[in-house]
């Protein structure tokens, strides 16, 4: 039987932390989590994973599963009521702009597109509006070896409680491939996730991408 786990909302975290839980979101994501848009770089990609935390430190919330010794299986990011992945210069500062300082100007133009589009695109899904009101998951992953494990329901079900009981909805997206995007609506359908679209994009390498958008009533049927 695998060993248990905790879940802890990551407060005033060292870097040592930081490092440890980018380091599994890494690992979840093979490495290749925008790889592409990050000059095929998997140190920036730890980097990029590593801000995802750092400005939900700041401006959300951060979540991580650990083992009875102290190791990081799953890290999951959301942003509450109100709040919105950089959506402040405190968040930016937070490893945001420290990250786009080391790309290429074509590559930090792709970015300036993509935050855009990304917004744009959620706001056609949900509504205007109605992704702020939200619990957002702006991202989460567990260690390919913990998988399956109950480990990212967990993660979610920590957050859904809180917005169950302020009376607030839930939504997540999820981005790649026509195929990835429709393997993740599935698993993101057994945890109680509704889809409300699937939007297209323009990956850094010119080609489309898709982003699935999901949503979760806690406070009424879907």
């Not at 040592?16 to 989590?33: I, P, Q, R, V």
Request: hydrophobic fraction near 40%; aromatic fraction near 10%.
């Amino acid at each position: 039987m695998p060993a248990t786990f905790t879940i802890r909302q990551l407060m005033n975290p060292t870097d040592e932390e930081l490092d440890k839980g980018a380091k599994t979101l890494a690992e979840a994501f093979h490495y290749m989590f925008f790889r592409s848009a990050l000059e095929d770089d998997p140190s920036l990609v730890l980097q990029l994973l590593r801000a995802h935390i750092t400005t939900a430190v700041y401006g959300g919330e951060v979540h991580y599963a650990e083992s009875s010794s102290g190791d990081v299986l799953g890290v999951a990011v959301w942003f509450g009521p109100g709040q919105m992945f950089l959506d402040s210069e405190g968040q930016r500062q937070a490893g945001w702009n420290q990250l786009m300082e080391k790309l290429d100007q074509k590559t930090q133009e792709w970015w300036t597109y993509f935050i855009d589009v990304y917004n744009d695109l959620c706001e056609k899904a949900f509504g205007a509006g109605a992704k702020l009101a939200a619990y957002h998951l702006q991202m989460y992953g567990v260690m390919p070896e913990r998988q399956r494990q109950g480990i990212g329901r967990e993660l979610v079900k920590v957050v859904e409680d809180k917005a169950r009981a302020i009376k607030v909805d839930l939504c997540l997206e999820n981005l790649g491939s026509d195929e990835s995007v429709a393997k993740m609506i599935e698993l993101y359908k057994g945890l109680g996730f509704t889809p409300k679209g699937i939007e297209s994009f323009k990956a850094f390498s010119g080609r489309e991408a898709k982003m699935g958008c999901l949503w979760k009533h806690t406070t009424k049927d879907a």
